[in-house]
């Protein structure tokens, strides 16, 4: 059941989710903070999916309120909870307000601050095992299952300009419900309309089954729907059939995984490279804190704390 958090007595930065309690970062944000010389805490707040619009406005207040409360990572909610409370930030920054979603909560002299750092830190995640060029040398395809902010920026990332000639030869982009279909398909539009791009509502797994099949090989499969963290399953059937040569990156790094397992069940007869998310996870994570508190973490700093995080991971 939902319920604020006490008035924080420290410095306090937030985890809004779903089954916050479950995630990694609360053994691995005190040792964070230890490690940079930060006297803060780290609190979840659990929100059930898609709740009422009153109770992203009143996590939103609280932070904004509290003199403690420097901001918050959210995670599941990040359209939810902008569409539900833009009118409450001083500011949004260029990805926040395009894309119509925040996945970090900071304040700065005064202002409340609303950013979208996910084409960020997902970019990040896709570089770590993407080999350069590969879409250049390869003329896969991109399957995303899932049309949530991370759908939004994970294609924001694949398919800008600034790559060149080195972007997927399609993106195609399935979804359970009409709506977010439709938002995301305005904001691909914005960021490059001349990427080819296929739509498709799949409220049942073997709908992306018929897609999958038809991949070329050295495609690219992602798994974001919150399928196998938040709500048990995967959003492909036991009988899915993975394009040869591809990767496949599972964006959770925790829950039952069953896309995950899927693709691995058939990671040596395909020659699938299988990603999960801890990578995503930690430059998610980094990328907040460095925002919330002000800091700069460079190279060297992210090294030490994915060491740190490796050990509880064990």
């Avoid at 779903?18 to 903070?33: D, E, G």
């Avoid at 003329?139 to 398919?159: D, K, R, T």
């Avoid at 069953?258 to 395909?270: C, E, N, P, R, T």
Wanted: with cysteine; net charge negative.
């Amino acid at each position: 059941m939902f319920a604020l958090p006490d008035k924080a007595t420290v410095p306090t930065m937030y985890f809004i989710g779903v089954t916050t309690t479950k995630s990694s970062i609360m053994k691995v944000f005190p040792l964070w903070a230890k490690d940079m010389g930060l006297d803060a805490a780290i609190v979840g707040i659990d929100i059930a999916i898609h709740a009422d619009a009153g109770v992203y406005r009143e996590v939103v207040d609280f932070i904004k309120n509290d003199e403690l409360s420097l901001g918050a990572l959210v995670t599941t909610h990040k359209i939810d909870l902008y569409n539900a409370a833009r009118d409450m930030f001083e500011y949004h920054d260029p990805y926040a307000a395009m894309f119509g979603e925040l996945s970090c909560i900071s304040k700065e002299n005064g202002r409340l601050k609303g950013h979208a750092k996910d084409p960020i830190s997902s970019g990040l995640a896709l570089e770590s095992f993407v080999p350069p060029n590969y879409w250049k040398e390869h003329g896969g395809e991109v399957f995303i299952m899932g049309a949530g902010g991370s759908a939004i920026a994970m294609s924001a990332y694949l398919i800008n300009k600034n790559k060149g000639g080195n972007i997927p030869s399609k993106l195609i982009i399935s979804n359970r419900s009409q709506p977010r279909l439709e938002n995301i398909a305005g904001i691909i539009k914005e960021i490059n309309p001349e990427v080819p791009v296929e739509y498709h509502l799949t409220p049942e797994p073997r709908q992306n089954d018929i897609i999958l099949k038809a991949l070329k090989p050295h495609s690219l499969i992602v798994n974001a729907t919150g399928l196998g963290k938040d709500r048990p399953g995967s959003p492909l059937t036991d009988r899915c059939d993975f394009p040869a040569d591809s990767l496949v990156w599972e964006i959770n790094y925790r829950g039952d995984l069953k896309f995950m397992d899927q693709a691995l069940g058939q990671k040596d007869a395909k020659g699938l490279w299988v990603e999960d998310g801890w990578k995503y996870f930690l430059y998610g994570w980094t990328q907040v804190i460095a925002e919330v508190f002000h800091l700069e973490i460079d190279d060297g700093t992210f090294q030490r704390l994915e060491n740190i995080a490796a050990e509880i991971r064990k």
